[in-house]
């Protein structure tokens, strides 16, 4: 059944207590901006992939909307932002919420099953509205929006660092696990010798005794292959579970060094291995994500995750289609030397760098200098707003995590910008409050 439009709770109890509005601060910026948004427009909008009168109302959109907000703002948890915002009353008015709540409003595993619901296509909706409540606060000028950075970095996964021996260690035990819940009789686990052998071949390769390493190693791919063997003996028709676990297993059980498409974990196999030539980090594990930000002010206006490590002038297409239903279609869009050889042929005018300026004029040189300035926007993303290592599952949680990571990224900002537009404010009104010769109306 589709959710009820507020929160808020009728009870004749609430009679006697005091409603939100009259304990905080009307001036905080949570405040403002519970103001701005059009909740009733992302409320037809989600409220369309609920059915009509089935099963119990589903929770407010408003609540799930402002926990995913808070959530990549403040670099929470499911757990911790939910926990959190029992403590916090502007995040409780921020939810619609019109009395102060002392329990937990939903279960954090809520959270995950919303943005399965809410798709890549919700989340970007998400970010339109941070860019169209800066508009209406004028945080955001319209000028702005007519030229774009767009550039390319890495969302590495929540994995460990891939290794042989710790591979085939993982996905044997697995499978052991898999054969246990569907009573699958196996000759045997390899448990404990699999345990005693990943710890020698840690012991050796620390002390950098490598034969006896690659002995331990190949030992433990052996264990992998006996006990992938004697599943596929003792169940000829296994469920589609089981089926892709032993596809898993079976392509880390040949594939070699130097081989392309490897699995490098066994709960994501989708994870790839990019290198982005850092000195100090060589490799990354994760997806490929190209992100576009404005010129000026730093807000960005689109976050698309790829996979398949494809190069980078290839994206240029995908990441304009996506800033055009965004924000409109930008006039220029500025790129590094890593873009040359491109596809895009739109009406946006792409600006690739170049080593020396040349004939290049003078005011487009300007802004090609600027181009840079989304460097450290992407350093923001990773530190402070969940870029860094996504938590969330498959494929369609790699394209969700990076939109709502720049949502994120654009709310914290119309927070600091809407406490700077107050601020002036409330100096002005403590120092009429101090002087004797400007008296406030209803102050003696």
């Not at 990224?409 to 002005?428: E, G, T, V």
Request: hydrophobic share 35%.
């Amino acid at each position: 059944m589709k959710p009820k439009k507020s929160p808020q709770k009728d009870r004749q109890r609430d009679l006697f207590r005091s409603e939100l509005s009259r304990i905080i601060n009307s001036n905080h910026g949570l405040v403002k901006l519970a103001k701005v948004v059009e909740w009733d427009r992302l409320d037809e909008l989600f409220g369309s992939t609920y059915c009509l009168d089935n099963g119990r109302p589903g929770v407010s959109t408003r609540l799930m909307v402002a926990l995913h907000y808070l959530k990549y703002t403040y670099n929470l948890s499911d757990e911790d932002v939910v926990t959190t915002w029992v403590e916090n009353p502007y995040w409780q008015y921020f939810s619609g919420m019109k009395f102060f709540e002392h329990e937990l409003p939903i279960n954090p595993s809520s959270m995950t099953r919303w943005r399965k619901r809410m798709g890549e296509a919700g989340a970007e909706e998400l970010l339109k509205e941070t860019i169209e409540a800066g508009l209406k606060l004028k945080a955001v000028k319209s000028f702005q929006l007519k030229r774009v950075n767009i550039d390319t970095t890495v969302q590495e996964k929540e994995i460990r660092f891939p290794t042989d021996a710790r591979l085939y260690d993982r996905a044997r035990q697995r499978l052991v696990d898999f054969a246990k819940d569907r009573k699958i009789n196996l000759r045997q686990n390899y448990n404990r010798k699999s345990k005693q052998m990943l710890y020698w071949q840690s012991r050796y390769s620390h002390a950098r005794q490598m034969k006896r390493a690659k002995a331990c190693t190949r030992k433990l791919k052996n264990y992998l292959g006996r006990v992938l063997r004697d599943i596929g003996r003792n169940c000829t028709e296994p469920d589609h579970q089981l089926q892709s676990l032993m596809d898993i297993g079976t392509r880390i059980y040949h594939q070699q060094r130097n081989d392309k498409y490897k699995i490098y974990s066994v709960h994501a196999p989708e994870v790839e291995c990019i290198s982005k030539g850092k000195a100090h980090k060589r490799y990354e594990f994760g997806c490929k994500v190209s992100v576009a930000a404005t010129s000026r002010g730093g807000w960005f206006v689109g976050a698309k995750a790829y996979h398949g490590n494809p190069y980078d002038g290839h994206t240029l297409k995908d990441s304009l289609q996506q800033v055009n239903r965004v924000a409109g279609e930008p006039e220029h869009a500025f790129v590094d030397m890593g873009y040359r050889g491109h596809n895009y042929r739109g009406n946006t005018q792409v600006h690739v760098d170049k080593r020396r300026r040349g004939r290049t004029a003078k005011s487009l040189w300007r802004w090609m200098k600027r181009r840079a300035a989304i460097e450290p926007g992407i350093g923001h993303l990773k530190r402070e707003h969940r870029m860094d290592r996504n938590r969330l599952k498959g494929v369609e949680g790699d394209r969700i995590n990076a939109i709502l990571s720049a949502a994120g990224m654009n709310f914290w900002k119309l927070l600091k910008r809407a406490a700077d537009f107050l601020r002036p404010i409330s100096l002005w009104l403590q120092f009429c409050q101090r002087t004797s010769f400007c008296q406030i109306p209803g102050k003696i």
